[in-house]
């Protein structure tokens, strides 16, 4: 089984010479391969100095685009994502790859309590995690973890899902799940980054939650179309209620709200169909 090792990095020229470094000295047959996005400083010399095999942009794409360039460069039968800034250790990587021995598709290391980088990100990251196990059916423990081994050919089916931005682990996570492939979580600790993070929770943690509604009504519609559905049909009965009961009459107002609830549902049993008949065609 050949393995590549996938570092995406902007600006970490503090970190990913000594990130490459540990990759290789524990793995010195692994193809490690360092994607430089963009950076203004000497994070691909680094990174080549170190015996790294470099890929890189001529300006800024993404941490998703950086992971589509490293993916498409891999020669590995097992692909290894983790960050350039010093947060996983590489002697995790073992770890990962033997679940992969046992036959899963996706291993994800699963950052344990205290990994995160502040009491607000952890808390969002729950909020995910709750969010993303709704949509699939499945348990998700850690849907941001951007440290995880992947099936190589498995994972490129997913490469037209991939969002440019951070939203790269949300969107493959989901979409393992929910076209039956095999996920596993596997306990890792994340060291506090070294530098400043290119996250920006507002603006990306709006992304994230995009992405869960767009994989989910991508795989199951119906998990996003039922609930409104259901919450009209609600409404619509209080309301009817109501007015029966204070005016004695049948409102144009509960109508309307009737009618929604049957449309949504019915559109998204459509989808439902619509989906499944694509998956079919793409498999």
């Not at 360092?34 to 470099?54: E, H, I, N, P, Y």
């Not at 996920?183 to 980054?193: F, L």
């Not at 209080?238 to 559109?267: D, H, I, K, Q």
């Amino acid at each position: 089984m050949k393995v590549s090792v996938v570092i995406p990095a902007k600006n970490e020229s503090a970190t990913v010479a000594a990130v490459v470094d540990a990759v290789r000295e524990s793995h010195p047959d692994f193809e490690v391969i360092v994607v430089d996005d963009g950076s203004t400083d000497k994070t691909a010399q680094l990174a080549r100095d170190s015996g790294a095999k470099v890929v890189a942009h001529p300006y800024s794409k993404g941490n998703g685009a950086a992971i589509k360039s490293g993916t498409r460069a891999a020669t590995g039968d097992v692909i290894v994502f983790m960050d350039a800034d010093g947060q996983h250790d590489p002697a995790d990587i073992q770890r990962l790859l033997d679940r992969i021995d046992e036959g899963f598709d996706l291993v994800v290391g699963a950052r344990q309590q205290g990994s995160q980088a502040s009491v607000g990100r952890g808390l969002a990251n729950g909020f995910y995690n709750r969010l993303a196990t709704y949509m699939t059916g499945h348990k998700v423990e850690d849907l941001t973890s951007g440290f995880r081994a992947v099936c190589a050919d498995k994972f490129r089916e997913f490469l037209y899902l991939l969002p440019n931005g951070f939203s790269y682990p949300t969107t493959s996570t989901m979409a393992f799940f929910r076209a039956g492939y095999s996920v596993v979580y596997e306990p890792i600790h994340a060291s506090q980054r070294i530098g400043k993070s290119h996250i920006k929770p507002l603006k990306d943690g709006v992304r994230f939650l995009l992405i869960i509604f767009k994989i989910g009504t991508l795989y199951s519609p119906l998990k996003l179309f039922a609930p409104v559905s259901v919450l009209a049909f609600f409404v619509a009965t209080l309301w009817y209620g109501y007015t029966l009961v204070m005016e004695g009459r049948f409102t144009n107002m509960s109508a309307l709200l009737y009618t929604g609830s049957v449309m949504v549902f019915l559109m998204g049993l459509i989808s439902e169909q619509i989906t499944a008949l694509m998956y079919k065609e793409s498999r």
